[in-house]
């Protein structure tokens, strides 16, 4: 089971990637465009109006993927921002406690956005929603990369919870994929 979350947790950071480098295309192409047509508007007298349709579009399309399907991978790669000032300061029991909390707290509320987000999706789909750009992009395309996000962060919140409550150190501590899987071997850790 371990192996097919962790599967899981990359594929999803392996997609963001995919949708980074897709931005980095799409504005690169946006860009290419311009400099052709400056350089047209310069020999020629006029531009040949080069450009990609909906470009802002799509990039944006991309960053809501790549910024919702990163998330659980970031997570378990301990990534994530958080502040452990004051749960330095506690007892393993007290901090135990805390992990088991926010790790249920993050479930249930990624879990609820998931399902609302999933929602949304259906919704597009069966009434044919459109993006209002030059090219008309079914809004359930880019929304589906965001409620998969979410789904697949539930499932590590709710993993990382299971490892806490089963008295395992929190991914974050040794970030789970850090420098070729640092931290992995020592899953089954108990806390200290």
């Known amino acids: 089971m371990r192996k097919a979350l962790d599967f899981l ?13 897709a931005i980095c ?3 690169l192409l946006q860009v290419g465009a311009n400099v052709i047509d400056a350089v ?14 909906s470009y802002a579009e799509f990039a944006g399309f991309f960053l809501a993927a790549t910024s919702f399907l ?3 991978y970031t997570l378990r790669c301990g990534a994530h921002i958080r502040v452990s000032m ?5 007892t ?7 992990e088991i909390w926010c790790a249920g707290t993050g479930a249930v509320l990624s879990a609820y956005f998931a399902i609302y987000t999933a929602g949304l999706v259906i919704e597009s789909w069966q009434f ?11 809004l359930w395309i880019p929304q589906l990369p965001m409620a998969v996000g979410l789904i697949v962060l539930t499932i590590a919140l709710i993993d990382e919870c299971v490892e806490a409550l089963a008295g395992r150190e929190p991914s974050y501590v040794h970030g789970r994929f850090a420098g070729g899987d640092a931290g992995a071997n020592d899953a089954s850790a108990p806390m200290e």
């Open 9 to 21: 947790y990359r594929g999803s950071g392996v997609v963001a990637a995919v949708f980074l480098a």
């Open 40 to 53: 047209a508007s310069w020999l020629f007298g006029h531009s040949f109006g080069l450009m990609v349709p």
């Open 128 to 138: 044919g929603d459109v993006s209002p750009g030059m090219v008309a992009i079914p």
């Open 86 to 90: 004051i749960i330095q300061t506690m």
């Open 92 to 98: 393993t029991r007290q901090r135990r406690f805390i």
């Open 25 to 27: 295309a799409v504005v």
């Open 70 to 72: 990163a998330l659980a």
